[in-house]
């Protein structure tokens, strides 16, 4: 698919047959009312309105992993965070902290459960808990307040790069992918120094090092320049002919 953003019209790059006018909301989003909900009323003739809202998936009806790759006491390796806290920052408050697993002395913990709070006017730094659950609540959330104070808020977040996960599929065209560790990396994550031999590598803050990730992990990135794409969840919609949002998610969590 390609947006004509002269003529404001979206069409498939391999054909003439399916062209639509696109009309711009006043909030500067887009809505394709026909994919959003079932009751909405479709534009007249061939005029569509295209979102680049995020579709909202049931979580029972994708295939997460239930437990962590580590438990939910990992941090990030202090001089990583200071890198990109220089480089994107600085950052003033961490999401999915506790009192001894912190970057910030502004911190959400888990008794103060920072999905309650609203993210916005702020910039916010979060290394959730590696779960496909856990990170699309995360960017659901992310995306959702983003849209209050977009030009007061930023996100940064530390993510495994699973490109065939729901949440992957569905938000990563709202976010810039601005550093990425290959498989295999040393030292990017920590677990606190319990009964670990006397000889293990720490950090500089005391804790022991994780081995090699097993994974790509990234840093995302989104603040007002951020330019979204239009999703997959649109794309299939389009490109299969306007398809429910049941066969979307199959796709989805199928590949």
């Excluded at 659901?140 to 993510?159: E, M, N, R, S, Y």
Aim: proline share 7%; charged share 20%; glycine share 4%.
């Amino acid at each position: 698919m390609h947006i004509n953003t002269v003529n404001n019209t979206l069409f498939h790059t391999q054909s003439d047959m399916h062209v639509y006018n696109v009309s711009v909301s006043p909030d500067l989003l887009l809505v394709l009312p026909c994919l959003i909900s079932k009751t909405s009323t479709p534009a007249s003739g061939t005029d569509h309105l295209i979102s680049k809202q995020p579709i909202k998936i049931k979580m029972s009806a994708m295939s997460v992993k239930t437990k962590p790759y580590y438990d939910d006491d990992i941090k990030l390796n202090p001089k990583i965070f200071e890198e990109i806290n220089g480089k994107y920052g600085p950052f003033e408050k961490e999401l999915f902290a506790s009192d001894t697993n912190h970057h910030l002395d502004d911190y959400f913990t888990a008794s103060s459960d920072s999905y309650t709070s609203e993210w916005t006017k702020s910039r916010f730094y979060g290394n959730p808990v590696f779960t496909n659950e856990y990170i699309y609540k995360t960017l659901q959330k992310a995306v959702a307040d983003f849209q209050i104070a977009p030009h007061t808020t930023k996100f940064v977040f530390v993510l495994p790069k699973w490109e065939t996960s729901p949440w992957y599929k569905t938000f990563m065209d709202y976010f810039q992918i601005v550093e990425e560790y290959p498989e295999g990396t040393p030292r990017v994550f920590t677990v606190p120094h319990l009964n670990h031999n006397p000889d293990t590598e720490t950090s500089v803050d005391g804790r022991a090092f994780l081995g090699p990730i097993r994974w790509p992990v990234i840093v995302i990135f989104k603040d007002v320049y951020t330019i979204t794409g239009i999703n997959s969840a649109m794309r299939a919609h389009l490109r299969f002919g306007h398809i429910s949002l049941d066969k979307i998610r199959a796709l989805q969590i199928t590949g």
